[in-house]
């Protein structure tokens, strides 16, 4: 199979440091240089495309703009670029939502993926007047998903569950092509939502062996419902030609982390409701030592920000090893950023994909012609690396 990279847009600011913010944490004034603009996010998506990438991962929380909305705007700026948009089961009824994905689909032509986020902060849940504990939630988001799925199907939908309950729901038009659902959690119950409900599930960038485990422990729950997942993993990236200057710009990274924000920052974090959240915390303890905590597997930046704390450093040709090598773990869909993104997809667009494809692990989705370039219009920011 042919891999797939997703790119991430930074809907809560950008800039050559680390922006805070991130699953269970709130952002930072500081570092947004910048501002989360159409625009600016427009540049991303653009470059994006050009280079490869199928799709851009768009994030939820109260840390960061609306999804839904940021990427309706921009998906007017590109042309096959799909859009990961990240939500919460529990803030949308399941007949809108479904309703929504299908207009997505129609006024963008079908470059809808859909991220469902359970949501493992319960305080961040209350703010938005969701009182229900964790568990209850994932119980919800499974409610969620059969009326969806249901209704995508062209059904007609009678549903009274413990959370949610709808009578003769039914779409006018039914999404084409149906949106794949993305979906992650490290918890028993995040376990049986995924084998019984999703096409891919999502991990954390953590090391080779517990990424092993994890993908064996959702394959045996997916087969006992007779199904079969995809995975995927959320990883960020600090590639360049030499390995040396990545660590460079890795060590740039964590001196412009301010020891009372990283105190904060892991104070918060600490709260957390969230499993994966957890199994990230103990990657690196709080501590700035040993971050590199698996070969060109670098902690660093889950020390400000929460949610996906991991990157790969080092060489090119390094990094494209460590894709390679979680590939054959059963990994085939990367979802990756990096600081600034816009830079940055450059940096691993152009330096690591061409290693990938002369390895037979990829090669440009929107490109028909060996050596042409796509014709998609293109930002006239460039490479600014």
């Known amino acids: ?6 790119w991430f847009l930074p809907t809560n600011g950008d800039s050559r440091h680390v922006v805070g913010g991130g699953h269970g944490s709130p952002a930072t004034s500081s570092g947004q240089d910048r501002p989360p603009t159409v625009g600016y996010l427009s540049q991303i998506a653009r470059a994006a495309e050009d280079l490869g990438f199928v799709g851009a991962l768009t994030p939820t929380g109260a840390w960061c703009e609306d999804a839904w909305l940021t990427t309706a705007m921009v998906s007017q700026a590109s042309e096959r670029l799909k859009f990961l948009v990240a939500f919460r089961p529990g803030f949308v009824s399941p007949t809108l939502a479904a309703q929504m994905a299908s207009t997505f689909q129609r006024q963008t032509g079908g470059r ?6 359970t949501g493992g902060e319960g305080q961040e849940q209350r703010a938005y007047g969701d009182f229900l504990d964790k568990d209850a939630r994932y ?3 499974g409610e969620f998903l059969d009326i969806v799925r249901g209704l995508w199907d062209g059904k007609s939908v009678d549903l009274q569950g413990e959370h949610l309950r709808v009578e003769g729901a039914q779409l006018a038009r039914v999404p084409d092509p149906v949106p794949e659902v993305y979906f992650g959690g490290s918890s028993p119950i995040a376990g049986e939502i995924a084998a019984r409900h999703v096409d891919v599930y999502l991990t954390w960038g953590e090391p080779p062996a517990q990424v092993a485990e994890k993908i064996a422990w ?7 419902h007779g199904r079969t997942l995809r995975f995927g993993i959320r990883l960020h990236v600090i590639t360049r030609d030499t390995a040396e200057r990545a660590w460079a710009e890795a060590r740039r990274l964590l001196d412009g982390f301010d020891p009372e924000t990283v105190r904060a920052v892991q104070a918060g974090l600490a709260r957390s409701e969230s499993e994966g959240q957890r199994r990230m915390l103990a990657l690196h303890g709080g501590s700035r030592d040993d971050l590199e905590i698996s070969p060109n597997l670098w902690a660093g930046i889950g020390l400000v920000r929460g949610g996906a704390g991991t990157a790969l450093v080092g060489s090119h040709d390094e990094v494209a090893e460590r894709i390679a090598e979680y590939h054959r773990l059963g990994i085939d869909e990367f979802v990756l950023s990096g600081y600034p993104h816009l830079e940055e997809t450059y940096w691993f667009g152009e330096g690591v994909l061409p290693r990938l494809a002369a390895r037979g692990l990829w090669s440009h989705p929107f490109r028909t012609e060996p050596g042409s370039r796509s014709q998609i219009p293109f930002s006239s920011a460039g490479s600014t690396r």
């Open 218 to 224: 959702v394959r045996g729950l997916a087969a006992r």
């Open 112 to 117: 809808l993926l859909l991220n469902v986020v």
């Open 139 to 141: 119980r919800r988001t």
């Open 1 to 6: 199979m042919t891999l797939k990279f997703h």
